[in-house]
């Protein structure tokens, strides 16, 4: 039996919190943030009330749509907090009136051609796991047209060409992870780019969103991964040279990259890949406070090893994961290799480690699947991070169900800004926690990706919220974060993408020439501004 995905939360309906975990989970939760248990039960497809469609479809366009009512409310909105909110609460007055799968470049092109003749905007879906307002319609735009269609590419997910001389591959960008890594294992290949939402996200949204993979060092931006694209505007056909480097003026493929469906649709993408790793070492490490921590990751994203996880932990995010229960902040350390062994690197980052008073918790070296030394194996933190970390939205969905705010937002700054930064976001929210929320409520930090000049921080928010008022109280803090990131010279996403929720925090981070000639080429390249309208700026 298939299985089916959630119209109103994250994922699989199959892989929801059943109502004994969500128990357990209130249960732990009750004295800190003083939830009562009450549940509020999910919303079902029989008791959906979606407004009629604006627009009818020509019939050369109505074999590629689906407009059952679970479909317009999954296409309504992403996966934020404030999407769950509503699709919780069955509230899908801006659903789309069409949601349309192309099968060909010409099915796009079609589509583009009826909706630029009909004003209708189109928001393309991608995988739909946005977090920042990128696949919903603009409400503030809404008027504007005469409609909206959703725009869905998982139809064209083929691989079209494989370059193993090169190591490279052509797919169609509608494909998601793990279909995109299936294809590729065939031939002992990977992208290796893994993010939170790999199962529900596609390539194409990774390259408009700028999309940041696990992997703390090294290659982890689909920007590092990304040969070519192919891009169907409402002003024709775009494809990039095929290149491994060029000098030739500004880089095409960075006007694509983050570009959020708003200046064209990206059909197909060539994407650098790699074979499979072989060597594989990886060490828990564990630290008296997250300012010691943060120490020794300098240290180590400076020294060059460039390991292939570097994840720092606080010690509330290591508790609440379920990685550590004795109040240290906890690093997870990781290389990983295909032709050679790691054993060399591992070590020299090991004793960064504990030359600055890292305690080992425990490490795994395997060669060619034997394990050399497994002091935990399954039962590492790692790897209880990595189960904690895939089933994040999940007890997310769950939290709000019980009643909480629950919300993550992520930033990157330099070195030297860094303590600055940290402690006004944690002192800021912190504050708005004690004033709004009756002090019902924590937030906590890792650092996700490091960088030899700079680090990426993670902040998380768990918070009673008020009935009818979650909403509201998330887009305080939402507020007070952004603007704090941006005054202490952080940006607003590292790998979240700008969307709508983030809009005017990216226009603070921007120059105003260089919005000006964002907007330019918008206007170049989709005239009558139907392409997810709202997103990224105000036009």
Known sequence: MSKVRSFWGWGYKQDELKKAEIKKLSNMLSGFVGIDGKLQDAPKVEDLKLPHPNIKLPKSLESLADNFLAQRAQHSYGRSFKDV???????????????????TENDVINILEFSEKKNIAVVCYGGGSSVVGGVEMDSDYKQNYSGWISLDMSYMNALSEIDTYSRSAKFQTGILGPQLETKLKKYGLTLRHFPQSFEFSSLGGWIATRAGGHF???PTHIDDLLESVEVITPSGKTVSRRLPASGAGPDENRLWLGSEGILGIITSAYVKVQPRPIYVAKADILFESFKEGITCLK????????????????????????????????????????????NFLY??????????????ASELITIRGNSESDSSNKSSAAELWKASFIKAPYIRDALVRLGLIVETFETAVTWNNFDELYENVISGVQRNISK???????????????????LAPYFSVIAKGDQGSQISQWNEIKLIANETVVKYNGTVTHHHAVGKDHREAFAKEKSSLYLDYLKAAKTYFDPQTILNPGTLIKI
């Open 347 to 360: 070590e020299e980052a090991k004793k960064i480690c504990l030359r600055n008073k890292g305690t080992l």
């Open 216 to 218: 703390a060092m090294g």
């Open 299 to 342: 240290e180590i994203a400076q020294s060059g090893l460039n390991p292939s996880n570097c994840r720092l932990l606080d010690p509330l995010e290591a508790l609440i994961n379920g990685v550590s229960s004795k109040n240290k902040a906890v690093l997870l350390l990781g290389f990983e290799s295909y032709n050679n062994p790691v």
């Open 436 to 454: 709004s929320l009756k002090n019902l409520g924590w937030i906590t930090c890792r650092i996700t990706h490091a960088y030899q000049n700079g």
């Open 85 to 103: 909110v509503r699709g919780l609460n069955n509230s899908f007055d801006g659903a789309p009136d069409a949601v349309v799968f192309p099968k």
